[in-house]
């Protein structure tokens, strides 16, 4: 019998509940960022480039999505990139046309950050303040993608300065109410990072369980065995039998 036959169809989650692996410091993070957000040029939404179509926060856009908003793909050096084209024009259907993909060790892709948030800025009418020079952007996205390691990487690469925001394996680093950071002399140009923000309605068990296959939701919370047996279902059904 071909080894293919014997793969399961499908991949049975049984009687889970995602509402518990929102925890609750998430929603005191998102209070915190509407309240930051009068003085905010532009929202820089880091997401991981492995699963660019699920566990985006719709609450984001809801209530921040008035800004110039800039998607970056991080953790592109795990990604499956010959899907680029095909991820990019499936963004743009759904509304979101600044894309950049990053690998926040090297500094090819992400010396195109200021320059498009600088260029979003300038073209964004609202937000033209002649009289102020300095520019404020909120880093936003859901935990462990990496916002942390972008601002780090901005400052290496802008300002030649180390590590001012800290970085973990784990979700959930960073939870200090937003902090200013600078990361560009010129144009001047600052951040807030923020604590990573979960959606509390997260669609479906798989997109949740794609989110903690991919570190932002914390393992115990979801199972560790379940999220094994779930990643050996999809390698099969991609048929990466290696
Ligand atoms: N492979 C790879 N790993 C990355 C990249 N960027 C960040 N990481 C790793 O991803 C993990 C999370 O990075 P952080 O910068 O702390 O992520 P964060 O979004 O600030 O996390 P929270 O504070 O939990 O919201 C760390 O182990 C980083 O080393 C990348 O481009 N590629």
Redesign the pocket.
Known sequence: MRFSLLLRRGFEFGEREVAHWFPGHMARGLKQMKAKLKSIDCIVE?HDARIPFSGRNPIFEESLGIKPHLLIL?????ADLTQEKRILTKLKQQGIGNVIF????RDKNIKQVVPAITKLIGSSQRFQRAENAETCIMVI?V????????INALRRLHLRKGKA??????????RAVLTRIQVSESPLLYLF?T??VLSPRIESVETGMKLALC?TILDHLVGEDIMANYLLYTLNQQQQYR
């Open positions: 880091v991080n953790k592109m050096d795990l990053t690998d926040c060790a996205g935990p462990n993608v990496g916002k942390s390691s972008l925001s800290r970085v973990g394996g784990e979700p959930g680093i960073t990072d604590p990573g570190g």
